[in-house]
């Protein structure tokens, strides 16, 4: 059974930092490109990084970019964000998926994303 799940969230001060997890389990990770993405209240699904399973490389969106990390641990099956420099903005809910990190570069990434996580809560507040 595929299987993404999500954890490390919490709240935290402005400034701070938080490393996120995504653990995979049905299938082995370092195999297939994962993407983290936020969701805010009210707010569409939003594409923040991907790593690709193929040849390494990484996209990072411009909100985040020299911010946040992706990065994986194939002992560990296991693939993780860490956030620095985090700001009141970054209060949502964050999700893993499995899809190709191409789709970062379209409109609607979540759209080729599947194997969904349940998602960490960030609060980034003071």
């Known amino acids: 059974q595929v299987q993404l799940v999500e954890s490390g969230g919490g709240l935290v001060q402005p400034g701070g930092s938080l490393r996120l997890s995504c653990a995979a389990s049905?299938?082995?990770?370092?195999?297939?490109?994962i993407g983290w993405f936020r969701q805010a209240p009210g707010k569409e699904r939003e594409g923040l990084s991907c790593?690709?399973?193929?040849?390494?490389?990484?996209y990072y969106a411009d909100s985040v970019k020299g911010r946040f990390t992706i990065s994986r641990d194939n002992a560990k099956n296991t693939v993780y964000l860490q956030m620095n420099s985090l700001k009141p903005d970054d209060t949502a809910v964050y999700y893993c998926?499995?899809?190709?990190?191409?789709?970062?570069?379209?409109?609607?990434?979540?759209?080729?994303?599947?194997?969904w996580g349940q998602g960490t809560q960030v609060t980034v507040s003071s």
């Open positions: 790593l690709s399973g193929s040849d390494g490389s990484t």
């Open positions: 998926g499995v899809g190709p990190c191409w789709s970062y570069y379209s409109d609607a990434p979540t759209l080729q994303f599947t194997s």
């Open positions: 049905g299938f082995t990770l370092e195999n297939y490109a």
